[in-house]
């Protein structure tokens, strides 16, 4: 009798990610576009912001300023998991005229709060079975860390087993061992682990508005 081999839910996010020490992004880009597989190449770049709720639960909204590609992201960590590889993630598109103020109004009629902020620099290759990342994050206080994703492809990973979604992301670890990626040094956080700020009442409201000022041109 043929076992019934569990398979990855929809809406599975399914990624590995690595903190890189430098700017290495042309070294990624080099190792990547000598892939022999067919890609997808997209920039991207522009700020992530995170709503917040006392319980640690959140809501993204991501703004790309390269063109109007706009959502809202929400994404729920499994019961007891010591990391963020695999995590439910649904992602509502919103690419029509929406001001940040709109999203912040509707973020708070939920029972979020504005929290932080952080500014993304993407270069994100596509391919069938995975997207490869090198991204830059600045946050508020002007520092600047650099990262690469391994995520795989969201449409297709409820045809994978746990088994084989690991074998995909071992291979392309092995791909990027030349920048130090290994299985050693995945990151157990997420970027919203990493940069959230302490949830605390009324004190954080008025960020909004500050941001709101720094980013007028995605609204003009």
């Not at 809406?11 to 067919?38: H, S, W």
């Not at 909204?61 to 590889?85: C, Q, S, V």
């Not at 290994?182 to 959230?196: C, D, F, I």
């Amino acid at each position: 009798m043929e076992q019934n081999i569990e398979k990855i839910p929809h809406l599975t996010e399914f990624e590995t990610k690595y903190r890189v020490e430098g700017d290495k992004v042309y070294d990624f880009k080099r190792l990547v576009e000598n892939i022999n597989d067919k890609f997808n190449f997209v920039y991207a770049q522009g700020p992530d912001r995170y709503f917040t709720k006392k319980d640690g639960s959140f809501i993204r909204f991501r703004k790309a300023e390269t063109d109007k590609y706009a959502e809202i992201t929400m994404k729920e960590k499994p019961l007891g998991a010591k990391h963020n590889i695999k995590r439910k993630e649904v992602n509502w598109r919103v690419d029509y005229n929406l001001k940040v103020s709109d999203i912040s109004a509707g973020a708070e009629m939920l029972g979020y709060k504005f929290n932080f902020q952080i500014s993304k620099i993407c270069h994100i290759y596509k391919f069938k079975d995975v997207t490869l990342v090198f991204y830059t994050v600045l946050d508020d206080k002007g520092q600047m860390d650099h990262f690469i994703e391994i995520e795989l492809d969201e449409k297709s990973i409820h045809k994978l087993t746990e088994q084989e979604a690991w074998d995909t992301i071992r291979k392309y670890e092995n791909i990027l061992s030349p920048l130090g990626i290994t299985h050693r040094n995945r990151l157990t956080k997420s970027l919203y682990e990493m940069y959230v700020k302490d949830i605390e009442e009324d004190s954080i409201k008025e960020e909004v508005v500050l941001s709101d000022k720094t980013l007028e041109v995605e609204n003009n």
